[in-house]
């Protein structure tokens, strides 16, 4: 593992996902004790509690040159960064080779270190 970036609590984009999924599991969780079906609650509320998983691990550079998050992103196909208005960073990059263009959006609480582990890695990396 070549690094480990913590997300940002602090950005509207992540602590709103966290809101949505808390309010939908209680949502579920009222809705099973309300009719008494405690069993389907239980194993809807895993489902749900899923994205929180997702949101709580950190960002990770491997050593093979993956950027992971909620997928995985060879850094050599990323393209461009480009910095968001309220904080984080737009990553553009191709799927695959001479694939079509995608972007993902990221939120470290390291800004700087992460767009410098990045450049380490790919220097044809241009910033926006």
Do not use: H
């Amino acid at each position: 593992m070549k690094a480990k970036f913590k997300r940002d609590f602090r950005n509207p984009k992540v602590y709103q996902w966290i809101v949505y999924t808390v309010v939908l599991w209680a949502a579920i969780q009222f809705m099973g004790i309300w009719y008494g079906d405690l069993e389907r609650t239980f194993l809807c509320s895993l489902g749900i509690l899923t994205p929180l998983v997702v949101i709580f691990t950190p960002y990770q550079i491997t050593d093979i040159g993956n950027l992971e998050g909620a997928g995985v992103i060879r850094i050599p196909f990323i393209s461009r960064i480009e910095q968001l208005r309220k904080g984080g960073y737009r990553i553009f990059y191709t799927w695959m080779e001479n694939g079509k263009e995608r972007s993902s959006c990221f939120y470290p609480k390291e800004g700087q270190q992460f767009i410098d582990k990045l450049l380490e890695i790919n220097p044809n990396i241009k910033l926006n």
